[in-house]
């Protein structure tokens, strides 16, 4: 399944790419936090000198409309 991945940075800029990974029973199996964070930084130079612990991502979730946490931000 293909998960369209929106990334803002600084203000007002934007990035979107689509990451495949396997969905079972509402879980995202195939795709890890850090796997994520490295496509991240090589697709967005400006957020290259981040790692998985000093980039924060987040999702929407649909039901309640909340942003929910994926990854630690420090």
Do not use: P, W
């Amino acid at each position: 399944m293909k998960f369209q991945v929106k990334v803002k940075y600084d203000k007002d800029k934007f990035l979107r790419f689509y990451v495949e990974a396997d969905l079972v029973d509402g879980i995202v199996l195939s795709y890890s936090f850090s796997s994520l964070v490295e496509y991240i930084r090589s697709t967005c130079g400006s957020l290259r000198h981040h790692t998985s612990s000093t980039l924060r991502v987040r999702y929407k979730d649909k039901d309640h409309g909340d942003f929910m946490n994926l990854g630690r931000h420090r």
